[in-house]
Nanobody, 120 residues
Protein backbone atom coordinates (compact mmCIF):
# COMPACT_ATOMS: atom_id res chain seq x y z
CA UNK A 1 0.00 0.00 0.00
CA UNK A 2 1.15 3.48 -0.87
CA UNK A 3 -1.85 5.15 0.69
CA UNK A 4 -4.54 4.30 3.22
CA UNK A 5 -7.45 2.34 1.78
CA UNK A 6 -11.03 2.78 2.91
CA UNK A 7 -13.91 0.37 2.66
CA UNK A 8 -17.36 -0.20 4.09
CA UNK A 9 -19.29 2.63 2.50
CA UNK A 10 -22.61 2.11 0.85
CA UNK A 11 -26.28 2.96 0.83
CA UNK A 12 -28.12 2.80 4.12
CA UNK A 13 -31.51 3.94 5.32
CA UNK A 14 -31.82 6.73 7.86
CA UNK A 15 -31.46 5.39 11.37
CA UNK A 16 -29.27 2.56 10.21
CA UNK A 17 -25.65 1.74 10.93
CA UNK A 18 -22.49 1.41 8.92
CA UNK A 19 -18.92 0.50 9.78
CA UNK A 20 -16.09 2.03 7.81
CA UNK A 21 -12.58 0.62 7.75
CA UNK A 22 -9.30 2.20 6.78
CA UNK A 23 -6.12 0.18 6.41
CA UNK A 24 -3.07 2.36 6.89
CA UNK A 25 -0.21 2.23 4.42
CA UNK A 26 2.20 1.11 7.12
CA UNK A 27 2.40 0.41 10.82
CA UNK A 28 0.63 2.95 12.97
CA UNK A 29 3.14 4.60 15.28
CA UNK A 30 2.54 6.43 18.51
CA UNK A 31 3.26 9.64 16.62
CA UNK A 32 0.70 8.81 13.92
CA UNK A 33 -2.75 10.30 13.86
CA UNK A 34 -5.56 8.63 11.97
CA UNK A 35 -8.70 10.49 11.08
CA UNK A 36 -11.94 10.38 9.18
CA UNK A 37 -13.15 13.31 7.13
CA UNK A 38 -16.19 13.73 4.97
CA UNK A 39 -17.19 16.00 2.14
CA UNK A 40 -20.52 16.59 0.50
CA UNK A 41 -20.85 18.19 -2.96
CA UNK A 42 -20.38 21.94 -2.77
CA UNK A 43 -19.23 21.82 0.82
CA UNK A 44 -15.91 21.98 2.60
CA UNK A 45 -14.29 18.82 3.83
CA UNK A 46 -14.84 18.49 7.55
CA UNK A 47 -13.36 16.44 10.33
CA UNK A 48 -15.57 13.63 11.57
CA UNK A 49 -13.30 11.95 14.09
CA UNK A 50 -9.64 11.34 14.78
CA UNK A 51 -7.54 9.18 17.03
CA UNK A 52 -3.92 9.26 18.07
CA UNK A 53 -1.67 6.28 17.50
CA UNK A 54 -0.56 6.62 21.10
CA UNK A 55 -4.04 5.65 22.24
CA UNK A 56 -3.96 2.19 23.77
CA UNK A 57 -7.48 1.89 25.09
CA UNK A 58 -10.54 3.94 25.84
CA UNK A 59 -11.37 7.34 24.43
CA UNK A 60 -8.12 9.04 25.34
CA UNK A 61 -6.69 10.73 22.29
CA UNK A 62 -9.93 10.74 20.33
CA UNK A 63 -11.70 13.72 18.86
CA UNK A 64 -15.19 14.00 17.41
CA UNK A 65 -17.13 16.61 15.56
CA UNK A 66 -20.04 17.88 17.62
CA UNK A 67 -22.56 16.78 15.04
CA UNK A 68 -21.53 13.11 15.27
CA UNK A 69 -20.60 12.79 18.93
CA UNK A 70 -22.72 10.12 20.57
CA UNK A 71 -23.53 8.48 17.25
CA UNK A 72 -20.11 7.66 15.80
CA UNK A 73 -17.21 5.85 17.41
CA UNK A 74 -13.64 5.76 16.16
CA UNK A 75 -11.40 2.86 17.09
CA UNK A 76 -7.88 1.81 16.29
CA UNK A 77 -6.50 -1.69 15.83
CA UNK A 78 -2.75 -1.37 15.58
CA UNK A 79 -2.22 -5.08 14.96
CA UNK A 80 -4.36 -4.80 11.84
CA UNK A 81 -3.12 -1.24 11.21
CA UNK A 82 -6.75 -0.35 10.76
CA UNK A 83 -8.89 2.50 11.98
CA UNK A 84 -12.63 2.01 12.15
CA UNK A 85 -15.54 4.38 12.19
CA UNK A 86 -18.68 2.83 13.61
CA UNK A 87 -21.64 4.94 12.59
CA UNK A 88 -25.12 4.57 14.03
CA UNK A 89 -28.34 6.55 13.92
CA UNK A 90 -27.34 7.77 10.50
CA UNK A 91 -29.03 10.82 9.06
CA UNK A 92 -29.39 11.96 5.45
CA UNK A 93 -27.04 14.86 6.22
CA UNK A 94 -24.33 12.30 6.99
CA UNK A 95 -24.16 11.59 3.27
CA UNK A 96 -20.78 12.28 1.75
CA UNK A 97 -17.45 10.94 0.65
CA UNK A 98 -15.62 9.67 3.71
CA UNK A 99 -11.86 9.83 3.46
CA UNK A 100 -9.20 8.43 5.72
CA UNK A 101 -6.26 10.55 6.83
CA UNK A 102 -2.94 9.04 7.80
CA UNK A 103 -0.80 11.77 9.31
CA UNK A 104 2.88 11.03 9.77
CA UNK A 105 5.60 13.55 10.60
CA UNK A 106 3.12 16.31 9.92
CA UNK A 107 2.58 15.00 6.39
CA UNK A 108 -0.85 13.88 5.32
CA UNK A 109 -1.59 10.74 3.35
CA UNK A 110 -5.13 10.53 2.05
CA UNK A 111 -7.17 7.60 0.91
CA UNK A 112 -9.41 7.76 -2.13
CA UNK A 113 -12.51 7.74 0.02
CA UNK A 114 -15.60 5.61 0.35
CA UNK A 115 -19.06 6.91 -0.41
CA UNK A 116 -21.72 6.91 2.28
CA UNK A 117 -25.27 7.62 1.22
CA UNK A 118 -28.08 7.80 3.74
CA UNK A 119 -31.60 7.75 2.37
CA UNK A 120 -34.78 8.91 4.07
Amino acid sequence: QVQPVESGGGLVQAGGSLRLSCVASRSILSSTTMGWFRQAPGKQRELVASIRGSTLDGNLGTRYADFVKGRFTIALDKAERTVYLQMSSLKPEDTGLYSCLERRRNYDYWGQGTQVTVSS
